[in-house]
């Protein structure tokens, strides 16, 4: 069992950054992919990026060239750092265990909003 906490989710203005982290409970964390997942009021659940245990990572088109995700394995953590946030932005941001991007164990998620 992998529990997962998530963090630094805040209220940004467009332009802004923000760094999330998200902290596994537990010994295999660094035999999963790890990612994010977002999901927007009245929409579906997107995935945004996901690394795996060989640093490989992959993002959605949306936020290619802003977002860079990285794991720190000592620590059991893994980040999503995000710049130049826009509106659309805004959504619960869900931390994942599990291989590639299928999820086996969820974050409860932690909110950001892009607003002026």
């Known amino acids: 069992q992998v529990q997962l906490v998530e963090s630094g989710g805040g209220l940004v203005q467009p332009g802004g950054s923000l760094r999330l982290s998200c902290a596994a409970s537990g010994s295999m964390f660094r035999l999963y992919s790890m990612g994010w997942y977002r999901q927007a009021p009245e929409k579906q659940r997107e995935l945004v990026a996901f690394?795996?245990?060989?640093?490989?990572?992959n993002y959605a088109d949306s936020v290619k060239e802003r977002f860079t995700i990285s794991r720190d394995n000592a620590k059991n953590t893994v980040y999503l750092q995000m710049n130049s946030l826009k509106a659309e932005d805004t959504a619960v941001y869900y931390c994942?265990?599990?291989?590639?991007?299928?999820?086996?164990?969820w974050g409860q998620g932690t909110q950001v909003t892009v607003s002026s």
């Open positions: 994942y265990a599990g291989f590639l991007a299928a999820v086996k164990y």
């Open positions: 690394i795996t245990p060989g640093d490989n990572t």
